[in-house]
């Protein structure tokens, strides 16, 4: 049977989303979690752990970008198209530490034919640790089937 459903937008990303998070080993792995997702936006969160210190004794740059990476993905195949990173770019403004519960929030800039540009802030409770702006591309493919039309609200 062949069922046509109509989504917003917003209901469409976070479809999207639960899609693309049963195959992200990566976030998961690292004990990411999503707080939320919308059409263009995401909002992920991660905790610092032992493992993710270097040996200044503050988070570990790479887990910061992999945070903020993260929510720019879910951001950019919020739409039902397929996207991956062509580049991308972050200034640490203060250092993350042992314990942090980091936030990463994700919103769209601009998005015009196959390509993209989102900004994604790094907090720890009120103060900054990062800016990161990720330019994205589609690629073929969905992550929903076809049969699924969007409403936009």
Known sequence: MNVKATLSADDLARACAEAMWKED???RGLGMEIVDVRSGEATL????EPHMVNGQRIAHGGFIFLLADSA??????????RAVAAQCDITFVKPARLGDKL?????EISRSGRSGIYDVRVTAGDTVIAEFRGHSRTIAGTWLPAEIDTKQK
């Open 103 to 107: 936030i990463a929030t994700a919103r």
């Open 45 to 48: 969160t991660m905790t610092v």
């Open 72 to 81: 720019f993905a879910f951001a950019c195949n919020s739409h039902n198209q």
């Open 25 to 27: 080993d990566a976030s």
